[in-house]
């Protein structure tokens, strides 16, 4: 897709610092997930008159190592700011944060990410980190703003440790929001600071212009992927509007995941309808050169940094590099399997393509993956020495994915025929439909709940069943008897 007309795109990230055991200024416990609504609760989460918050030291030590990654320049004060409004998930009606303005600083600002847009480099800068405080959930019964009657409010959420993120307008299309976040993501994710694949622990607002009109902020996407529909939608409407000779005027909208369009939620606010001052109950505290410095030796290799190794190390290209760095836990493993196998491009190639493609295909949390590095290396050596040909190496491995076989044995167990004979394969997915009903229930609702049922094929048949034609007469099976 092109967009002729000039694009510009800010994103604002909220991401929680999921490493830490209690909030950002109580010691209530932080992870909530499992929780029931509005138990995990004390005087300050609530805000009740009287109590005092007390700063979580490893809160800002996290911060600091978050902006020393994004290149920024850290303030010498950290001074906690109210930022007022009135809205149901604020129980105190304002939400300590920090202020760019008179009596106080973003704890962060200044810095810059590097990415990688078709071959080129580009610099998106960030213009601001804050730590600050998550309110509640707002929790709607139908799952969507739009048709719910009422909404609920858990409050377990109050209080846990945030960290925003806000970049200068420099991204230009939905597809340059999308590398950014996946390098951005990655970035955090190495410093061990949050788990953004946890339910609501990674939020985007993003701000959008179109020609030159007025910026539209679109409110509290969910993933990446939605940021990036979110985006090319809101264009699309900017487009129209402009090209009907109509102007495009300021405004919040909402990004509703189920029906995939944005939708206006209020008049945004200024800056100066929060009301701003510096917190009376959280005493300035000093971020001195030392500590900063102490920080910065405990910090791990980052991505940028690797991507740089594995090039002089592995003599692999950048991309091929860059590939493997994004994904950690696949550089993890190229790592390990390259100790014992030395045609690192070889490895590499098969990693970023067969590999990476059946984990998303099965969409299997990485660390659910049954490969070991040894699996890896024993099906590269096998395929070195003739043993099996590529065409075998490629069918095996979903399932050295999946159950994690042992190459070796299972060829010389079962030779290699592979079940892909349609109308057999059929019977035995329909046998394991009557054999496992709730596990049919549970992948109708949820997509990824599918492992379970190719799992069971795969065992029904030892492991002959060809993947991709089971995966899609599952698939067919499952919207058939819908
Ligand atoms: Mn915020």
Redesign the pocket.
Known sequence: MSFEIPVKIGL?I?VQITALKTKLFCATKADYRSEEPNTLLCPTCLGLPGALPKVNKKAIEYAIMVAKALNCRIAPKLIFCRKHYFYPDMVKNY?I?QYDGPGSTPIASNGFVRIIVDGKPKIVRIRRI?L?EDPGRIHYPTGSLLTSKYSLVDYNRSGIA?L?IVTEPDIESPREARIFLEKLIAILEYLGVTDTRLEGAFRVDANISVADQARVEIKNIGSIKDVERALTYEILRQKSIIQKGGTVSRETRHWDSSSKVTVPLRIKEFEEDYRYFPDPDLPPITISKEWIEEIEKRMPELPDARIERFVKQYGLDEYRAQVLVLNKWLADLFEEAAKEYNNYKSLADWLITDFLRWVKEFNVDPSRVKATPKHIVKLLKLLDEGLISVRMAKELMPKIVLEGVDVESFVKQHGFSKLSDESELRRVVEEVFREYPRAVEDARRNPKAINFLVGAVMKKTKGRADPQLTIRIIRELLQSQQ
């Open positions: 604002e909220h939400q944060s804050n600050e945030l925003e």
